[in-house]
């Protein structure tokens, strides 16, 4: 069964730092990897996914990298702000047929002004 | 607007009285799901639909119902509600069931307290 886990659980940076959020998963046999973002009382919002055939995307200041074998991702933000406080969550789809998403803990961000 | 919405987005009941959360999206996606999230344990599937009138169970199906009569809405049914169903719980859809490109996309979520 396909086991996800995020470190560090909390995270908390000065505003601009740069700062790496960590994923692995247990199955490297996945169909892709996704990054969301979920602010308190509200849902997910994803941020970038990354098939299994491909390394890295980028969006804006955020990129996502992809080591399919060896288990892992990492998303990678640059130039921290108090806006990015938030829990992010990484998720992968394994599982032909019911393209499951299986999600880690989170990581709950927060930027200090 | 493309989205998923959720009703109601709070709802506090008692052991045993039925209920629904209704979930409904307008971007026309084959796939939709449900979840809840719990302290600790994360986000975990309940059920999902590849289709109309095509349902499945999830990780932690126990105590729910699911119907999708129209590609449009997924309702969550709680014939029983227990304390141990307290949650948050989000409906969430996607386009397809075969490109993997395809990101999921979530509705606010509902919070349900059953005393």
């Known amino acids: 069964k396909q086991e996800v886990t995020q470190i560090p659980a909390a995270l908390s940076v000065p505003e601009g730092e740069n700062l790496v959020l960590n994923c692995s998963f247990t199955d490297s046999a996945i169909y892709n990897l996704q990054w969301f973002r979920q602010d308190p009382g509200k849902g997910l919002t994803s941020l970038l996914l990354i098939q299994s055939s491909q390394r890295e995307q980028t969006s804006g200041r955020l990129n996502a990298s992809l080591d399919k074998s060896s288990g892992r991702s990492t998303l990678y933000i640059a130039a921290s702000q108090p806006g990015d406080s938030a829990t992010y969550l990484c998720?992968?789809?394994?599982?032909?047929?019911?393209?499951?998403?299986?999600f880690g803990k989170g990581t709950k961000l927060s930027v200090i002004p | 607007e493309a989205q998923v919405t959720q009703n109601p987005r709070y709802l506090i009941t008692v052991t045993g009285k039925k209920l629904t959360v209704t979930c409904s999206q307008n971007m026309n996606h084959e796939y939709m799901s449900w979840y809840r999230q719990d302290p600790g344990l994360g986000l975990r599937q309940i059920y999902y639909s590849m289709n109309v009138e095509v349902t499945d169970k999830g990780d932690v199906p126990e105590g729910y119902k699911v119907s999708r009569k129209e590609k449009r809405n997924f309702p969550l049914i709680l014939e029983s509600p227990s304390p141990n169903q307290t949650s948050l719980y989000f409906c969430?859809?996607?386009?397809?069931?075969?490109?993997?490109?395809?990101?999921?996309?979530f509705g606010p979520g509902t919070r349900l307290t059953v005393l």
């Open positions: 998720a992968v789809v394994t599982g032909a047929g019911s393209y499951q998403l299986t």
């Open positions: 969430a859809s996607r386009r397809g069931t075969v490109k993997t490109t395809d990101t999921q996309y």
